[in-house]
């Protein structure tokens, strides 16, 4: 009963998200209803295996993805569910992302290429430096990548889509999320499991748990919340070292 409960809370955050990362009259484009036969394509896909090859089609859309943030516990990163593909009409985004007029088949692409998202953060690569990220140049590092790669992205049915058709009747593309609770894999204390990963200092207590510095904690914090910037240019930027999952 209390999984039920969640989902539908979760929805409703990852909603707000959306939402708020647009303007008023983006967000209402947003909620304009999809065509019967691309809306049935959409649920086919998800219901389908996931694609073993990322094809060029796939990369054109994860290069145009426009990457959120979850309000959801401590926040992570997410493909933005109001506008995936950024300001516009989505579909009409991912028809040209692809290079076709087959609507019912962009959308197919964009849900695959959404599914893909995980797995294209440990198919490509991104080398350090300083990278364009709208107004602001951002800089990526290698402890960002490590992170990125790290991060527990949720299933769709833990997204609170177990009715995927609820979803897109609101408005909403089925995207998916870096878990708010557990960003890093296990850990609700996840600064705990950010040092782990970057192989910074921990000691334990006298319970036996690990813990790190107060000062730490706090530069961790600080790169989490640097995930949503470093996922966005390494979508935009890096490059694909293969290309089967």
């Known amino acids: 009963m209390m999984q039920r409960l969640i ?4 929805r409703q955050l990852l909603r707000l998200a ?8 983006l967000a209402r484009a947003a909620e304009r209803s999809l065509p019967g036969a691309v809306r049935r394509r959409v649920l086919a896909t998800l219901d389908a295996p996931l694609p073993k090859v990322l094809n060029v089609h796939h990369l054109a859309l994860i290069q145009r993805f426009n990457i959120g943030w979850s309000p959801v516990e401590s926040g ?13 009409d989505t579909l009409a985004l991912a028809m040209q992302a692809i290079g076709g007029k087959d609507a019912a088949l962009a959308a197919q692409r964009l849900m695959e290429a959404a599914q893909l998202l995980p797995h294209f953060v440990q198919m490509a690569n991104l080398k350090p430096g300083s990278y364009a990220n ?7 590092t290698t402890r960002h990548l490590q ?9 769709l049915e833990m997204l609170g889509m177990g009715a995927a058709e ?10 998916p999320a870096v878990d708010g609770k557990r960003p890093y894999g296990n850990f609700t204390n996840y ?6 990963a970057l192989g910074l200092p921990l000691h334990h207590q006298a319970d036996g748990s690990l813990a790190i510095t107060p000062t730490l904690r706090e530069e961790l914090k600080t790169l989490h919340q640097q995930t949503q910037a470093a996922l966005q240019v390494f979508v935009r930027q890096a490059g694909l070292m293969r290309n089967t999952v």
């Open 134 to 140: 709208g107004k602001t140049p951002f800089t990526f």
């Open 76 to 88: 992570a990163p997410m493909l933005n569910p109001a506008h995936p593909l950024g300001d516009g």
């Open 191 to 196: 600064p705990v499991e950010m040092a782990q």
């Open 18 to 25: 959306g939402t708020l990362l647009c303007s008023p009259m």
């Open 147 to 155: 992170l990125l790669r790290q991060q527990s992205w949720l299933p």
């Open 7 to 10: 989902h539908p809370m979760r």
């Open 166 to 175: 609820d979803y897109l009747a609101e408005g909403y593309w089925p995207t």
